[in-house]
């Protein structure tokens, strides 16, 4: 099996080409190709592979026609990934897959739409947040109040006066079952300045991890709602290096790096 390892913003991911759909790819699989000490080591999987030949999304073939199929690190199945889809549109431009310029990529969350050239940022309309209340969340046993926002998958993105430095977001957070049924990514967040924000991030399946897109997105959000505000731009800041959100009337953009750095074979070919 061929695959290529890529980042954005260090959330990063083993993407492995699968044109005709033929990998058979169980959560065991994703989970040992993820591990960071016996396998290639991630924060989750992108599976690339025609939408046409995949029932659950083959309705968007004719808007996208690359699925990214996407997979946590432990193995489960997410609905989206905002960084993996700037990573994903970026390895369709590098292997000649697409053309640079905009394009949509299916993903189990719909259609997303790319905008890239053949260096540079890497920008993605993330759709409409969809703001559902208001939870909790328990780390190190202090409870953080925050917004429960909706990118496709779910979030929980709480503004704490603790600097975002200081925690410790080894341990698993709490959260409520029955806002979360099926778990939930948790952003911790401190304002730095005008329109820009610390964020560290737990996510569902994966752990700590160093930056999340649909997070900065669902970050951005809060920090809004916090100033009375709908629209506008801000900075991310993550433990990766710095994401752009956009919000406007209709929408969501998030924009950023996204990088390929090796390749290779999985299990190893080696020669000799
Ligand atoms: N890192 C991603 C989010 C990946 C999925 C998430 N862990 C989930 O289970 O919902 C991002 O950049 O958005």
Redesign the pocket.
């Known amino acids: 099996m061929r695959f290529v390892k890529g980042h ?1 913003t260090e ?1 990063d991911f083993v993407i492995l080409p699968d044109p005709d759909g033929a990998l058979d790819l169980g959560p065991a699989a994703v989970a040992a190709l993820c591990d960071r000490r016996a396998g290639i080591g991630g ?2 999987v992108l599976r690339v592979v025609r939408t046409k030949l995949c029932p659950e999304v083959a309705d968007q073939a004719s808007m996208a026609e690359w699925f990214m199929d ?1 997979r ?1 690190a432990d193995g ?11 990573v994903f549109a970026r390895y369709l431009v590098a292997s000649g897959l697409a053309a640079p310029g905009e394009f949509g990529v299916a993903t189990r969350g719909g259609v997303k739409r790319v905008r890239l050239a053949s260096e540079g940022d890497v920008t993605v309309d993330m759709g409409r947040p969809r703001v559902l209340g208001a939870s909790r969340t328990t780390v190190n046993g202090r409870e953080y109040h925050g917004l429960n926002v909706n ?5 929980l993105a709480c503004l704490i006066d603790d600097p975002v430095a200081g925690l410790d977001l080894t341990a698993q957070p709490g959260f409520d079952r029955e806002v979360y049924p099926d ?3 948790i952003e911790l967040i401190n304002p730095v300045a005008d329109h820009a924000v610390s964020m560290r ?1 737990h ?4 752990g700590e ?1 160093r ?7 669902a970050t951005a959000v809060a920090a809004a709602h916090a100033a009375g505000r709908s629209t506008g731009t801000w900075a991310v800041h993550v433990l990766g290096g710095t994401v752009t959100v956009t919000l406007d009337e209709e929408t969501s953009y ?1 924009a950023g790096p996204a990088v390929l750095v090796a390749s290779g074979d999985w299990p190893a070919v080696l020669d000799g």
């Open positions: 954005g959330n924060d989750g996407y946590n489960s199945v997410a609905e989206m990934c905002g960084n993996g889809v700037r990118m496709g998958n779910p979030h778990g939930v990514n991030v996510e569902r399946g994966s991890t930056s999340c897109g649909t997070g900065a997105v998030l």
